[in-house]
């Protein structure tokens, strides 16, 4: 896996502290099933609220789906990490699909290479604190988002 991304978005300063990373392959063998599981028992552990849950595991789930809509395979990962005792995940997804020609148009304002909506990468972007794509092409798509919970 890359770690391109491993600074926090900018609205955040101080020292960061990382706790385990959690990682899960996501294809046509796996599913989304090992990644799920492995991220509510991360976030159950940390007693979040029932929304900010919600928020996470719907980021995993469209991350998933896009892998195996559009990267064929890949993995996702996740790392709690506090800054000066606000608590946040990094997620981290990646694929081995084509990549994304067009990030400016790649899934927002209902633009999609496969057969949904578009709304993936947009929902993702409303819940997210920050959202930062990076494509490979042909090789593969990098997408890291970062959710503040307190």
């Not at 502290?17 to 492995?38: E, K, N, W, Y």
């Amino acid at each position: 896996m890359s770690e391109a991304g491993l600074s926090p978005p900018s609205n955040r300063t101080g020292n960061i502290h990382t706790f385990d990373t959690i990682c899960a392959p996501v294809d046509r063998v796996h599913g989304l099933s090992a990644i799920r599981q492995h991220a509510r028992r991360c976030i159950t552990s940390w007693n979040l609220n029932p929304m900010a849950r919600a928020e996470i595991l719907t980021i995993i789930n469209e991350l998933g789906n896009n892998i195996l809509h559009h990267g064929g395979e890949g993995r996702i990962c996740i790392t709690p990490a506090q800054i000066n005792g606000h608590l946040g995940f990094r997620i981290i997804a990646e694929d081995t699909g084509p990549g994304i020609s067009s990030l400016g148009r790649a899934g927002f304002h209902g633009h999609s290479r496969g057969k949904g909506l578009g709304l993936g990468l947009k929902g993702i972007e409303r819940m997210a604190n920050d959202l930062r794509i990076a494509s490979r092409l042909p090789k593969g798509t990098y997408v890291e988002v970062w959710k503040w919970v307190f």
